[in-house]
């Protein structure tokens, strides 16, 4: 609120994005009836969003993006295998650990992106974010390679640089 | 029957097997975290399976950009609900530790 | 096809019920709110299988306000400073 340049330079972006999304979402639900309603709705929803709660835009990279999107439909699937199989197999091979995992990401749109995802893919739980520290429930052990995975894959779609293995 | 509509029962069957191994794991593993694996991950894969052959069967883009949009909000959804009743957990069994 | 997603349906309401059992076991009110977690995607998926089911579409916007459900539960569980075991 006190950062008055900043936040002047980004709302009007801000406003256009949302009211975009409002209006696409608005033709999607109504199977495109009523488009004057929609604009009318789109344009009081985004001046509403971007006086309560301004967001900044994120300049996304759409090829890691899409990388990104791959990655997770196949890490969330198999991450459904291996649960299944623990699940239903008479033994319930369960080696529950935890995790201290070193986050290198800087945007919290994308930690909160990382944390999200680790909760879908196999063997991980993010229980606990404090700063860069996350705190991750796994099944198992030998799962930092699996997160190291998707913090790569976030870094990249954020145009941040990614970490080697580190502490 | 056409091959989408052979691909879509695949799917659903698919999809239904999950759901019966998140019931299991919940039912079966012994403690709540490793149930939030077990609810998180096989229920989210079987709402998308069944959520991908649905949507074959609608045979209607409109329809399949809805169950799209239902299927990422309940990603999201699952996702962070799993990761507050994890923190919530976590911290009650702390405070547990503290006074034995 | 109908019929698959009939049977697929009722097999998805039993793992519900079976599911429901966890509210009774317990043992920690964290348990208790992954059963129901369980039932509203469970629900979703069910609400999918309808709308074919009896050819109607209006199912998915119920299917949509269920997700939305689905999320306010654990996040009010989580407020209630009585939560917990």
């Known amino acids: ?167 | 029957m056409s091959i989408s509509a052979w691909l879509a029962a695949l799917l659903i069957v698919a999809g239904t097997g999950f759901f019966f191994a998140g019931t299991m794991g919940l039912l079966r593993f012994p403690d709540v975290f490793s149930r939030l694996h077990a609810l998180t991950k096989a229920d989210n894969t079987g709402l998308g399976l069944v959520a991908a052959g649905v949507a074959l069967l609608h045979q209607s883009w409109r329809h399949a950009a809805l169950i799209t949009v239902i299927w990422l909000l309940a990603l999201a959804a699952s996702s962070i609900a799993c990761h507050l009743v994890a923190r919530d957990a976590l911290a009650r069994g702390e405070q547990r530790e503290e006074k034995p | 096809m109908t019929g698959l997603a009939v049977l697929a349906a009722l097999a998805l309401v039993i793992f519900f019920g079976l599911g429901l059992l966890r509210i009774h076991l317990g043992p920690t009110d964290a348990d208790r709110i992954l059963s129901i977690q369980l039932s509203g995607t469970t629900t979703v998926a069910i609400l999918l299988l309808l709308s074919v089911i009896v050819d109607m579409p209006a199912l998915l916007y119920v299917a949509l306000i269920f997700v939305l459900f689905a999320a306010v539960i654990a996040i009010a569980f989580v407020r209630n400073p009585k939560g917990g075991a």
């Not at chain 1, 604009?39 to 969003?49: E, K, P, V, Y």
């Not at chain 1, 390679?145 to 640089?161: D, H, K, P």
């Open chain 1, 1 to 167: 609120m006190i950062q008055v340049q900043p936040a002047l330079g980004g709302r009007l972006p801000w406003a256009l994005a949302v009211g975009a999304l409002l209006f696409v979402l608005w033709l999607l639900l109504g199977g495109g009836q009523g488009p004057v309603y929609g604009l009318m709705a789109a344009t009081a929803g985004a001046g509403i969003g971007s006086w309560l709660a301004p967001g900044t835009l994120q300049r996304l990279r759409l090829r890691p993006l899409l990388r990104f999107a791959a990655l997770f439909v196949v890490r969330s699937v198999v991450g459904g295998i291996d649960i299944s199989w623990r699940a239903l197999h008479p033994a319930m091979p369960l080696q529950p650990t935890w995790i201290r995992y070193d986050l290198g990401l800087q945007k919290p749109a994308g930690r909160a992106l990382f944390m999200i995802t680790i909760s879908l893919t196999p063997g991980t739980l993010c229980a606990e974010q404090q700063g860069g520290e996350v705190h991750v429930h796994a099944l198992g052990p030998d799962m930092e390679r699996g997160l190291r995975e998707i913090e790569n894959a976030i870094a990249a779609v954020f145009g941040e640089s990614p970490r080697g293995p580190g502490a």
